[in-house]
Nanobody, 126 residues
Framework: QVQLVESGGGLAQAGGPLRLSCAAS????????MGWFRQAPGKEREFVAA????????YYANSVKGRFTISRDNAKNTVYLQMNSLGPEDTAVYYC???????????????????WGQGTQVTVAS
């Protein structure tokens, strides 16, 4: 049974930073891609960033490109999302996701990921 636990959410000031972490347990972490998604009230869950198994390739939504950085530490079974220059539009529940088996779905699709965390709230005050 895979468990993903996000941490690091909270209240941030506009223009400020926040760093999210997602710790995985229960299976081999380093085999597949990891992703971050977010969901604001009344909106669908949307892709934020993803990283391949080795960390050598990263992918970002246009809305966060240049502001957010995804990284992973396979030795610690942890993926990170460094968020800079936050704005009120970044307010959402952020979820990490782990791909569980070979998939054809794109890195930015929820269909690629089999395991999800419970989410962590990020609120950006203007």
């Amino acid at each position: 049974q895979v468990q993903l636990v996000e941490s690091g959410g909270g209240l941030a000031q506009a223009g400020g930073p926040l760093r999210l972490s997602c710790a995985a347990s229960g299976r081999t972490f380093s085999t597949y891609a990891m992703g971050w998604f977010r969901q604001a009230p009344g909106k669908e869950r949307e892709f934020v960033a993803a990283i391949n198994w080795s960390g050598g390739a990263t992918y970002y939504a246009n809305s966060v490109k240049g502001r957010f950085t995804i990284s992973r530490d396979n030795a610690k079974n942890t993926v990170y999302l460094q968020m800079n220059s936050l704005g009120p539009e970044d307010t959402a529940v952020y979820y990490c996701a782990l791909q569980g088996k070979p998939q054809l779905a794109p890195m930015g699709s929820t269909r690629r990921y089999d395991n999800w965390g419970q989410g962590t709230q990020v609120t950006v005050a203007s």
